[in-house]
């Protein structure tokens, strides 16, 4: 609504002029697309890979606390840190691309390279990701009534068979859970942006939170930013209600 190019403590009443500006913009569409790719990617699996995980790591193995603690580590670890840890391993003459070389290939630029970039930070959003979310479904499990597996293995229900009727349902509003807080998170994604690409290369990697950090605080484009702020939290605003009408229908009852 107010234009802060002219006079910083002065702004300019514009109308909507910020969000016709914003609508016409290529670059706010490519980041809007760089988002939906991050949330598309990455929320499926850090809703599955967390699952299978805990239903594993519930079992009685030997060192099992050493297999948790090891998962849940990067949880606890900065997100700077981790992001600055894993710039060095993407680099260059990284490790990654050491043993793609020793496959014979060409090394990959998978922070400078527009076909990588974004799912190179999706990587690490995931690897940040999967202890927390595992945490989530451990608790979930410890509700799931040992009787009903014994029933199974009477009905001669197999592992997997088990799991698929037994598990699962109980853990649907866990699912739900995680899907609303791992698709909020993607939306809002920005540190590991800053840390590794800065957006680039060629807004390759660039989403709808880096961008708004970007037009106001390098720009001091406040009203501009503040417009794309609002459709953000619109579009944050109809995935938390769609999900949570979803739970109260029932849709997600165990």
């Not at 948790?68 to 606890?76: C, E, M, N, T």
């Not at 992001?83 to 090394?107: C, E, H, P, Q």
């Not at 540190?191 to 390759?204: A, D, K, R």
């Amino acid at each position: 609504m107010l234009d802060y190019s002219n006079d910083i403590y002065n702004p300019d009443f514009v109308g909507i002029t910020n969000y016709i500006t914003l609508f016409h913009s290529s670059i706010f569409w490519k980041t809007m697309w760089n988002t939906v790719i991050y949330l598309v990617v990455a929320v499926p699996l850090l809703v599955i890979l967390p699952l299978i995980i805990a239903i594993v790591i519930n079992q009685k193995l030997r060192g099992i606390t050493f297999y948790r603690v090891s998962i849940y580590l990067p949880v606890v670890v900065s997100i700077v840190v981790a992001g600055i840890a894993w710039k060095w391993l993407y680099a260059d003459s990284g490790i990654l691309n050491y043993f793609v070389t020793l496959l014979g290939f060409d090394k990959i630029g998978w922070l400078t390279d527009p076909k990588y970039s974004l799912y190179s930070v999706i990587l690490v959003t995931v690897w940040k990701g999967l202890g927390y979310y595992m945490m989530i479904y451990l608790a979930a499990l410890t509700s799931v009534p040992t009787d009903l597996y014994e029933a199974a293995d009477i009905d001669g229900a197999n592992l997997l068979q088990k799991h698929l009727t037994v598990t699962i349902p109980h853990l649907l509003p866990a699912i739900a859970l995680v899907s609303i807080i791992s698709s909020i998170s993607a939306m809002k994604v920005f540190v590991e942006i800053y840390v590794m690409t800065q957006g680039g290369p060629l807004n390759s990697s660039m989403t709808v939170v880096y961008y708004i950090y970007q037009k106001a605080f390098e720009n001091l484009d406040l009203g501009y930013a503040s417009a794309c702020g609002v459709v953000l939290m619109v579009i944050i605003m109809a995935i938390s209600v769609l999900n949570i009408k979803k739970i109260e229908g029932g849709k997600f009852s165990a």
